[in-house]
Nanobody
Framework: QVQLVESGGGLVPAGGSLRLSCAPSGRTFSTYAMGWFRQAPGKEREFVAAINWSGSIPDYANSVKGRFTISRDKAKNTVSLQMNSLKPEDTAVYYC???????????????????WGQGTQVTVSS
Protein backbone atom coordinates (compact mmCIF):
# COMPACT_ATOMS: atom_id res chain seq x y z
CA GLN A 1 0.00 0.00 0.00
CA VAL A 2 1.39 3.38 -1.03
CA GLN A 3 1.27 6.09 1.61
CA LEU A 4 2.58 9.59 2.03
CA VAL A 5 3.19 10.41 5.67
CA GLU A 6 3.56 14.02 6.76
CA SER A 7 5.19 15.10 10.00
CA GLY A 8 6.43 18.25 11.69
CA GLY A 9 3.21 20.16 12.20
CA GLY A 10 2.38 21.90 15.45
CA LEU A 11 1.58 25.14 17.23
CA VAL A 12 3.95 28.07 16.76
CA PRO A 13 3.70 31.81 17.49
CA ALA A 14 3.58 34.31 14.65
CA GLY A 15 7.06 34.91 13.26
CA GLY A 16 8.18 31.41 14.16
CA SER A 17 9.32 28.51 12.00
CA LEU A 18 8.33 24.92 11.33
CA ARG A 19 9.73 22.24 9.06
CA LEU A 20 7.34 19.74 7.52
CA SER A 21 8.52 16.43 6.11
CA CYS A 22 6.86 13.94 3.81
CA ALA A 23 8.02 10.36 3.69
CA PRO A 24 6.50 8.00 1.14
CA SER A 25 6.15 4.35 2.01
CA GLY A 26 5.40 1.43 -0.24
CA ARG A 27 7.29 2.89 -3.20
CA THR A 28 9.72 5.59 -4.20
CA PHE A 29 8.73 8.84 -5.89
CA SER A 30 12.24 9.87 -6.88
CA THR A 31 11.24 10.50 -10.51
CA TYR A 32 7.98 12.29 -9.69
CA ALA A 33 7.22 15.91 -8.89
CA MET A 34 6.10 16.50 -5.32
CA GLY A 35 3.94 19.22 -3.85
CA TRP A 36 2.50 20.72 -0.70
CA PHE A 37 -1.06 21.99 -0.42
CA ARG A 38 -3.02 23.34 2.53
CA GLN A 39 -6.60 23.72 3.61
CA ALA A 40 -7.76 26.21 6.20
CA PRO A 41 -11.10 25.80 7.99
CA GLY A 42 -13.98 26.75 5.73
CA LYS A 43 -11.72 27.24 2.72
CA GLU A 44 -10.79 25.31 -0.40
CA ARG A 45 -7.53 23.41 -0.51
CA GLU A 46 -4.84 25.58 -2.08
CA PHE A 47 -1.40 25.14 -3.59
CA VAL A 48 1.60 26.02 -1.44
CA ALA A 49 4.74 24.73 -3.16
CA ALA A 50 5.98 22.13 -5.61
CA ILE A 51 9.30 20.76 -6.75
CA ASN A 52 10.14 18.91 -9.95
CA TRP A 53 11.42 15.36 -10.04
CA SER A 54 15.09 16.33 -10.02
CA GLY A 55 14.72 18.86 -7.23
CA SER A 56 16.09 21.68 -9.35
CA ILE A 57 12.94 23.71 -10.00
CA PRO A 58 10.77 24.84 -7.08
CA ASP A 59 7.49 26.65 -7.47
CA TYR A 60 5.61 28.66 -4.83
CA ALA A 61 2.30 30.31 -4.24
CA ASN A 62 2.68 34.09 -4.09
CA SER A 63 1.48 34.07 -0.49
CA VAL A 64 4.50 32.04 0.70
CA LYS A 65 7.28 33.21 -1.63
CA GLY A 66 10.33 34.33 0.29
CA ARG A 67 9.14 32.61 3.47
CA PHE A 68 8.78 28.92 2.55
CA THR A 69 11.34 26.63 0.94
CA ILE A 70 10.59 23.25 -0.59
CA SER A 71 13.36 20.70 -1.00
CA ARG A 72 13.80 17.00 -1.58
CA ASP A 73 16.34 14.46 -0.41
CA LYS A 74 16.45 11.67 -2.95
CA ALA A 75 18.70 9.49 -0.85
CA LYS A 76 16.13 9.54 1.95
CA ASN A 77 13.13 9.66 -0.41
CA THR A 78 11.70 12.62 1.49
CA VAL A 79 10.35 16.06 0.67
CA SER A 80 10.47 18.93 3.13
CA LEU A 81 8.84 22.32 3.51
CA GLN A 82 10.75 24.83 5.61
CA MET A 83 8.34 27.51 6.78
CA ASN A 84 9.73 30.74 8.22
CA SER A 85 8.13 34.00 9.31
CA LEU A 86 4.85 32.20 9.85
CA LYS A 87 1.65 34.20 9.97
CA PRO A 88 -1.73 33.36 11.53
CA GLU A 89 -3.13 33.07 8.00
CA ASP A 90 -0.77 30.14 7.40
CA THR A 91 -2.86 28.11 9.84
CA ALA A 92 -4.17 25.07 7.97
CA VAL A 93 -3.86 21.35 7.47
CA TYR A 94 -0.88 20.79 5.20
CA TYR A 95 -0.90 17.94 2.69
CA CYS A 96 1.94 16.31 0.81
CA UNK A 97 1.20 15.06 -2.71
CA UNK A 98 3.02 13.07 -5.39
CA UNK A 99 2.74 13.82 -9.08
CA UNK A 100 1.00 11.55 -11.55
CA UNK A 101 3.70 11.20 -14.22
CA UNK A 102 7.27 10.02 -13.93
CA UNK A 103 9.65 12.80 -15.03
CA UNK A 104 6.66 15.08 -15.44
CA UNK A 105 5.95 18.44 -13.83
CA UNK A 106 2.95 18.87 -11.55
CA UNK A 107 2.84 22.51 -10.46
CA UNK A 108 -0.14 24.08 -8.76
CA UNK A 109 -2.91 21.97 -10.30
CA UNK A 110 -4.27 19.34 -7.90
CA UNK A 111 -5.34 17.22 -10.87
CA UNK A 112 -1.65 16.57 -11.63
CA UNK A 113 -1.20 14.69 -8.36
CA UNK A 114 -2.19 11.07 -7.74
CA UNK A 115 -1.15 10.36 -4.16
CA TRP A 116 -2.00 12.38 -1.08
CA GLY A 117 -1.03 12.21 2.55
CA GLN A 118 -3.42 12.46 5.49
CA GLY A 119 -2.23 15.93 6.40
CA THR A 120 -0.55 17.58 9.35
CA GLN A 121 -1.98 20.49 11.32
CA VAL A 122 -0.08 23.78 11.44
CA THR A 123 -1.42 26.41 13.82
CA VAL A 124 0.12 29.88 14.05
CA SER A 125 -0.95 31.94 17.02
CA SER A 126 -1.12 35.72 16.87
Amino acid sequence: QVQLVESGGGLVPAGGSLRLSCAPSGRTFSTYAMGWFRQAPGKEREFVAAINWSGSIPDYANSVKGRFTISRDKAKNTVSLQMNSLKPEDTAVYYCAAGSRSFGDAGADENNYSYWGQGTQVTVSS
